[in-house]
């Protein structure tokens, strides 16, 4: 039998069916015999699912990206809530936007194309078709003092002052405080680069509360060091996507299973946008692994991903 | 009230929700309340809504890129069988992928990764990650020449000769047959850049069937003089979507609903990339009319979009 | 000796150096030990001035997206007036705006962000940063009846009309009278699709004059039969691209050199940002043939290329 | 006299002139009349001209993307031994791959195409097209370790650590050297998320060695408030240029001048790809600050803008 016969016998690609109410879950099973990216979307689906039903696996979630802004916070919640992830590397920026909207503040939606010199005027700030006011950084100032003078005062690792950070946040849809509830540490290298770093560093200034990342080294290798299996779910690439590599080329694991969701190409050589494969060669992703460069607004294809998941009730 | 105020009362952004065996519909309400390419995912279908249940309105499909093997067939049917749109402009590889699978071949998926050089000694040849191998071409072949010899034997506009191999078509799940049926014309401006115009040519070496695109301008005029509103969902750019937009350029009329699924990019200058906005200065498209680009991949985003106007019983 | 050993021994990466007032062509070759889109473009040189040297080498050059907007028109000519290629396909835009400067209109630079809205009401067009007023297309529209009466009045493949074109056209910095002048043949399949082919219909209402693409066929196929060897140089994809790579697919050729200069990316499955590696599998390119896929903005990057072809003296 | 009449008498697009042996400058001269990313690479030189011979401004550069893998290193030593900038934000892997070449190993040039699992095999690391051994890390290892015991044993801001380190590099093509040698202070706030901060957090389980990158906050924004004016040029995004933006932010200041070159792009909400007029609503950068996105591959773009600036012969 030649190549061709065996393609044409086990791989025919089916084109994809829509019907009246079709769930979700329904879409992506339709878009694993499809083509492009849709079949991107539907091996993502399956690749999660094969990590998150491995018990001897550890599971990383890289974000990076503004992520609440775009509204998927709730959608990480759910995750973690889940238990689909075990540990997640984030940028100090999703930190902060979590902080804003566990003390009451809100985005908004761009509805009308406002100029950005008006924005300045209103004191409103763009993150690209999405509004966040000025008023918004107040209030996680006026916030975080008061919860800064609870927190042990000391130098501390980025994950362990976001847990204790946690212990002292109520909305039950934030991010940080439902890691903290069920245990599922962060970490967060790059933290002196975010709005959140530099309330830490003015804080710093008279009290010994002081965050260093450099001490997160030791747990976060500890982690890998102790993973039987590891994977990885990583959108948006930046810091989160480097140091979850990075990890794995300073110890003698790989990842098995790992999922990429970025718009980022990979022509400028940038590691956001570089393709997972290229992972193999550095020994970040193991050479066995099915890997998924999925080229797609995360805001799209996550929601899908994670509601697709969770009609699957998967026993982790 | 300031523009703060006005912002924030009226265009909160909501976080998005997930649940067990959603529905795409449902998805797709949620992302309304969202930011970045999932409310512009939300507001293509509000805006096709409106298009879809506007009466007055010619509702105008351009259709670039390889969408058949992408496995958007059936998603484009169930447009055509629902009448969602009124005219279709197409680019002859469209033409020649649905005619390949009307002939009873297939496309098939790389589930593995293949050399390129394996490929044409396997005589497959490769759509991104997507295969077709040398025999869909023979078949096609051999089942055109019969079809051509029981058209009409004359020179046709491409929108002529497509009504006409419609006729001929069996397979119900066939984008030409459906439109055939359902009186909405393609038209296909480049269709001699097509393996399709090739066998069309090679046959008119002895017969008298002929195509010439040129005499579709009016035809194309006529519908665009005659329509009292218009509108269009562009798929990824390309001749298509400039001959809808040279349409309005060249009539009175500009279209009033637009919506652009696509993901190039604007930086270079081309036409598919274009923002639709920017064809506001030309009259392509109204200046008081909604627009969105939609950066997503169509075999992500068609489904997706379709899914959701089914499950809303549209009256059109 | 190892791999490795090769890897170090043959192909090290040296850093570009740059000084005062070196020449284009010595940064290009600065570039050639580099890595990236660096590389990437030494390497199109490199092609390219091997292409143009094979004298057994039928050259084709694929010309998509706005390119006389983007300032391309004489980087062009000279291309043509050197005979660094044999044959041009184009899109109809292309012809339309070389047209549009060939009768005295100018295109402009948009030094300040205006409004798509405000264009509109003062008649100018945006085309990215670019902007041509109606005007043009007035001037356009006045010069073309009197150059059509001048030409055979019988239906014409695309080649053959803008063959007589360029012998109507004054302007020696015009793409189609150079070409014409250097007999050099254009097609161009998407004719209908453009302002001059909406001309070209209007005129043929009471007129024999009319061109059919269809007629293109036969020429384009002989062109490849006749080729000992082939090249081509593709800027932006489209039909263009396309064309050129299915005549090397309907004849037993393939391309033995092949660059391509676009922003366009894969991931959606469409022509115009697939790899050309991927063209091996369909014949399109021959096994064998180096490629190179530069992602640049053409008004970057072909400048470069042809002052650097330009600076080499090349015999062909 | 209308808008259209203002428009035509000041901005006329000239096509592109190329020659023979024409340098760098005079191509860049060129591209100011043209359109698309041409005219926005002649006026990255025009704001950084002016930002250089302003002598009342500080000059950050941030630094994202595997630059001296793409070959740059050379280039942005130029920028630094000419004062073409004050400041450098940078990525920990920026120093690391300057550290891997100032110990005297290199990178690769990828000249055919490798498989993944083949380069894992033989201990090669890809970036895109570029190649890096193993062998780069044991050396820098092996390097590190001598250089760091004379170091300050103590906590230190990254600023104050990359300028000890500086005083300890021999090779004179050295970023980081160079630096030093000028008094240029580099910021590296992710340092913890690297090969270096990886050695450096090994090296402090037994010294009193440490970095810690929020101790760089106070510098950083005494630099910003001590600024007359200030203006960037920022490669690649990331963390670098969200640090600068965001020392702008928390200071009374805003950026007068900013260039910024990338290929990500803007949809889906990232830091990277946002487009500089956004900075505008954050007070990032001022709202009268003419700025430039210029999307292009830095390996192509950084060396022609520097080259450019060079022939200039600046006075700052």
Redesign the interface.
């Known amino acids: 039998m ?3 016969d065996k ?2 016998q ?16 329904e ?1 992506v099973e ?2 694993t ?9 539907a091996d993502s689906v399956r690749i999660l699912t094969d990590m998150i039903q491995d018990k001897k696996c550890t599971k990383f979630l890289g974000l ?3 992520l ?8 990480i919640v ?1 995750m973690i809530r889940n238990h689909f992830i075990d540990v997640i590397v984030t940028t100090g ?1 999703n930190l902060t936007h979590d902080l804003i ?1 566990a003390f009451g503040e ?6 009308k194309i ?1 100029n ?5 005027k ?10 966040l ?1 000025n ?1 918004g950084y107040v209030t996680l100032e006026n916030n975080l003092e008061p919860v800064f003078s609870k927190l042990p005062q000391k130098e501390m690792s980025s994950k362990e002052f976001i847990f204790e950070l946690g212990n002292k946040i109520e909305d039950e ?1 934030s991010i940080i405080k439902a890691a903290t509830d069920e245990n599922i540490p962060i970490f967060c ?7 959140l ?2 309330h ?2 003015m804080y ?1 200034q008279d009290h010994n509360l ?5 001490l ?3 747990d976060m290798l500890d982690i890998a060091f102790d993973s039987k299996r590891s994977g990885a779910l990583i959108i ?1 690439g ?2 989160p996507k ?2 979850i590599a ?1 990890t794995m ?2 110890t003698p694991k790989a990842l098995d299973y790992a999922v990429q969701i ?13 393709k997972l ?2 992972a ?4 970040k992703v193991a ?1 066995e692994a099915e890997v998924v460069d999925l ?7 996550l ?2 991903i ?2 697709s998941l ?2 699957k ?1 998967l026993q982790n």
């Open positions: 030649t190549l061709v393609v044409i086990l791989n025919v690609l089916k084109q994809v069916k829509i019907w009246f109410d079709m769930t979700v879950n879409l339709e878009m015999y499809a083509g492009f990216q849709a079949v991107k979307l990076a990206g503004a609440i802004p775009g509204g998927m916070r709730g959608v759910e920026a909207e809100h985005h908004y939606q761009e509805k406002v950005d010199a008006q924005l300045y209103s004191k409103i700030n763009r993150i690209y078709n999405v509004l006011p008023k849809n290298p790059s933290i002196s680069d975010s709005i770093g530099f830490i560093w710093s002081m965050v260093n990342p450099t997160d080294q030791k948006g930046g810091v480097h140091y990075m080329q300073t970025t718009m980022d190409r990979p022509e400028a050589g940038g590691v956001s946008g570089a494969e290229e193999k060669s550095w020994k050479v080229v797609c607004d995360a805001t799209i294809a929601p899908i994670v509601a969770l009609s009730k």
